[in-house]
């Protein structure tokens, strides 16, 4: 028998109790239902002491808080873990685990990386029949340096700096002591301290008053464990830098035209040269469509697990043993990885014809491996799925798998008799499994070899799902397929965007717990030790679309609560459904926005009514039906009057709700609509007064409450290091959710969160936030610029505080001058584009800002094709520059 004594304190309410629930029989194996309610002592300390049948335990335990039959508090973190040593007796004291403030500290960026460190068997492992144990978080603690604890009493030192106990940290960021309790004082006062791990001299101590715990007596045989406690540390805030890039846009002498995973590790190396920690990179999924450039767009993948192929070394696959035909590709190589822009299209096709030869020489052999078993048996879940949508696309010649000829409906038994290994079409489907199994390794050693260097990994989940998706073909419950995801008008595209993607049925997700989300952010935790939740606020609502228009100006937020028709009267607004939510269409507007082209627009798409009033004709009333009208003329006559129609069909001043009938959202940007400018005065501030109520007040609440249901069970469902793009209409309450939650903003000097000024002021970011001068579907800092010169002299005066005329260009001493005021910033990342960091040397930067632009959003079909103009092993190689960024780097405190 084990006596074990359980003590917490907890300040409850009135009907609250404490519960306490564990993986063993004693402690009900986890169910609720069988929790131990624990015993109220007085002053907030409650307990009980419990019997075990075996001497020998180990398990898992936590905390709740019950009130009636609902639970309505659980623990931040892992549950406790318990196990038992020689004594037959314990007394352990708890602490309830709420989240922390330094929370970023305990993901995996840290503990397993930049903070990580060997597992340290020291005296503090050892044990006695009469013991005390102090079990307490500290994340923050460098590698350098050791924890270290000092008190009263002989065994803590007796306050003697030289005589402070190491702890262990064999299970970091929690770190371990245990000393012999025989002739402990009922009361110990004690202090953590830091210790250089080099010269054991105490460097810093705990900035709190004293700690004083209050034991008793050590019985015999008793073991008492303080758990849960947290160092106070006196250090200044950790702050670190990175460099922003995708991987397609990587170049070493060893690519293939494109960067491939085994590229990173130079970059890891330049990162290293020039004291960076963290390298973040765009989405890495597959989104082979149509096998053609327009499937350069890495955010519209075909499954949200499986990696791209484009992105393997062919050679770490294996060397061909026809000689000739791998001179070919060699040869080929080389030609492709001389080329400026990535050439997708030849790119993609020339390693396929590889990936085919490699898997007919080498497919049978690997399938074989226990390294390849492993791998399909942890991802077998979506590989199996992923391989057939491949297959069945590629003998389709379409992703849009409604139009298939056989299996447009998803049936698991069905997909398991396709991909059957005695199947005569298996060898098609298999080669799909062969590369997912090789991604996955050389993904894997790359991020190993950059946490041999203490560098992290930054990865990108985008907020949508292609509509001709993995995803939408095997779960098409969780995602609305009649709305198109987008975002408002911005400073990337003043029409608003329309990103193609179905929004979430996020009432279909909550029933199971968010399952479909979760086992995504599990996916990235395979290889990231941090995030870009791209597009956060579509955790508090998304821009939806019409699935009939082409701009995101006719779209609305969902979830919302849209306006009935005495709501807006309210606001003194006369309601004329007719006037307010058809197109406003005029003689003297198709004079302003045709002009010479008038006559041929009226007689081709319009019907004229009286009063010189106009009406689309039913054959072109929708943008959709616009678009297909156009399809493939691109002279600019055709887009002038392209464009024109589309601007009609959006001039409108409210868009009804789809599932709210009689229910309205104002359109967004209204005031610069040609139905807005025809009200009167006193109308023209009613609806301002309406528009500004419904966009910035009405929501906050009920959003915080949909972000609320979300992102807590979701960012704590890995150990990743979490940060979002926060950018574009930000909802008040988003910053509250951010800050309860410890997400990292994004913060960007031309894009300030306060409305009130026209450049962020990087001395005033929060500590909790990522610094960036550009992001890739801007223009690189030198290409702005050279946009709006007006704008620039401001910022040349204003903020970089010089006088006289600014440069036209962005001159290597302004890039400089900017990138060192993000670097002395309180954000605890700085993460620059490499173009940014590259633009403070004349020699080394590209001769064209404009040539360093990744994405331009007002343009749905761009052409991502980025990549470096310069090697990495010439950048490596920059002695003179790498220092100068050292330097700059280390100066600021990072």
Known sequence: MTHIEFNINYQTKWGEEIQLIGDVAELGYNDVKNAVTLLHKGGGNWGIALEFANDSLDFNYSYLVRENESYISHEW???????????????????????????????????????SRPENKTSALKQYKQSLTFKVFAPTVPPHLSLGIIGNCTELGNWSQEKALKLSPSNFPEWKLTVNGAKLPATVDYKFVL???????????????????????????EAISINGLHFNNPLQNWKGTGVAIPVFSLRTKESFGIGEFNDLRKMVDWAVATGQKLIQILPINDTTMNRTWQDSYPYNSNSIFALHPVYLNPKKIGILKDNALMDEFTKKAIELNQLTEIDYEAVNQTKWNYFREIFKQEGAKTFKTNEYKAFFESNKDWLISYAAFCYLRDINKTPDYRLWE????????????????KSAKYSDIAIHLFLQFHLDKQLRESIKYAHNQQV?????????????????????????????????????????????????????M??????????????MADYFDAYRIDHVLGFFRIWEVPTDAVHGLLGHFTPALPLPVSEIANYGLHFDAKRFTKPYIYDHTLHIVFGEYFSEVVGQFLLQKDNFEYELKKEYDTQQKIKVCFEGKNDPKSMTIREGLYSLVSDVLFVEDPIEKGKYHPRISAQHTFSYQALNDYEKGCFNTLYNDFFYNRHNDFWYQQSMKKLPSLISSTSMLVCAEDLGMIPKCVPAVMDQLQILSL???????????????????????????STH??????????????????????????????????????????????????????????????????????????????????????????????????????????????EMITQSGR
């Not at 037959?88 to 708890?94: G, I, P, Q, V």
């Not at 909550?510 to 996916?523: A, L, M």
């Open 456 to 508: 992290i990994l930054k990865g990108d989940i985008p907020i949508g799902i292609s509509p001709t998706s993995v995803e939408a073909w095997t779960e098409p419950f969780y995602f609305n397929m009649n709305g198109q995801a987008g975002a408002p008008p911005d400073d990337f595209s003043v029409n608003g965007q329309n990103w193609g993607f179905p929004t979430y049925n996020w009432a279909e």
């Open 195 to 221: 210790i250089e791990s080099d010269t054991n001299k105490i460097i810093g101590w705990e900035w709190t008053e004293n700690r004083t715990l209050f034991i008793g007596k050590v019985k015999k045989n």
């Open 77 to 115: 973190g892992k549950p406790r873990h318990f196990c038992s040593t020689e004594n037959n007796s314990y007394r352990l004291h708890d602490h309830w685990q709420s989240l922390p403030p330094n929370n970023p500290f305990f993901s995996s960026a840290f503990t397993e990386c930049l903070f």
């Open 510 to 523: 909550e029933k199971d717990g968010y399952k479909w989300w979760k086992r995504r952010f599990n996916k």
């Open 406 to 421: 056989t299996n447009s409906t998803f049936k698991q038994s069905e997909i398991d008799e396709l991909c059957n290994p």
């Open 777 to 886: 579907d801007m223009s690189t800092l030198r290409g702005w610029w050279e946009e709006n010169g007006d704008k620039t002299q401001r910022y040349f005066n204003q903020i970089l505080g010089r006088g006289g005329q600014a440069p036209v260009f962005c001159e290597p001493y302004i890039c400089e001058n900017i990138v060192r005021n993000h670097l002395w910033s309180p954000a605890m990342l700085v993460i620059l584009p490499l173009q940014d960091w590259l633009s403070i040397d004349g020699d080394i930067r590209r001769t064209n800002p404009e040539d360093e632009r990744i994405n331009l959003p007002s343009n749905p079909r761009h052409y991502w094709r980025y990549r470096m103009h310069i090697y990495l092993e010439d950048l490596i190689a920059a002695e003179t520059f790498n220092k100068k960024m050292k």
């Open 747 to 773: 913060e960007i000097q031309r894009m300030p969160k306060d409305e009130r000024l026209e450049f962020g002021q990087t001395d005033y970011y929060p500590y909790l936030s990522v610094s960036t001068t």
